[in-house]
């Protein structure tokens, strides 16, 4: 934002609106996804007897993805989100560069928080524990100064915990 402008409320609602909109929209995928894997999986005798490998999948995958630059570039861009307004506030057309900055945004954080959001899946979309916790880490990745550290411990218990999963099941 220049110096001297600052985002009207109308403004701000919309960057929060356009943010909420790209989290809703992952949402949205990722239950459509789960609903049809569910689908596909009641009619499939090798998945009845085989669930356990989409939770191994999604850990092995997950844990890998923290390796990922994709995800520390998505990371980069969430972190900062007074800096990534500023850094894109033109002033032009200012309802629709609100409301365009802030989906962006959402889409810069859906990236770097994605494949630790699927873990819900794998260890129950009910249990609040779980979820305390998923979003303990993400926070910490995000806003602690040491946050990135926790990328190479996250990542290698993810992918032990999947390959653990293989091997219990085979």
């Given amino acids: 934002v220049p110096p001297g402008t600052l985002l009207l409320p109308l403004e701000a609602a919309l960057v929060v609106l356009g943010f909420f909109v790209a989290w809703f929209g992952f949402g949205i995928v990722a239950h459509v996804a789960d609903a049809?894997?569910?689908s596909i999986a009641s009619s499939s005798a090798w998945f009845i007897g085989h669930g356990w490998t989409?939770?191994?999948v999604?850990?092995?995958?997950?844990?890998?993805?923290?390796?990922?630059?994709?995800?520390?570039?998505?990371?980069e861009q969430c972190h900062t989100p007074f800096s990534f307004v500023a850094a894109r506030w033109h002033g032009r057309?200012?309802?629709?560069?609100a409301l365009r900055i802030g989906f962006d945004h959402g889409v810069f954080c859906v990236g770097c928080c994605w494949a630790l959001m699927l873990l819900m899946?794998?260890?129950?979309?009910g249990n609040l524990?779980?979820?305390l916790l998923l979003a303990a880490v993400m926070a910490?990745?995000?806003?602690?100064?040491?946050?990135?550290?926790?990328?190479?411990?996250?990542?290698?218990?993810?992918?032990?915990?999947?390959?653990?999963?293989?091997?219990a099941n085979t």
């Fill in 36 to 38: 049809a894997l569910r």
């Fill in 54 to 56: 989409v939770a191994a």
């Fill in 58 to 75: 999604v850990l092995v995958g997950a844990g890998l993805f923290q390796f990922s630059a994709l995800k520390y570039r998505c990371l």
């Fill in 93 to 97: 057309a200012p309802s629709h560069e």
């Fill in 121 to 125: 899946f794998v260890v129950g979309m």
């Fill in 129 to 131: 524990g779980w979820m």
């Fill in 140 to 167: 910490a990745e995000k806003n602690l100064p040491w946050g990135r550290r926790l990328r190479t411990p996250l990542g290698i218990a993810l992918v032990i915990w999947g390959c653990t999963l293989v091997l």
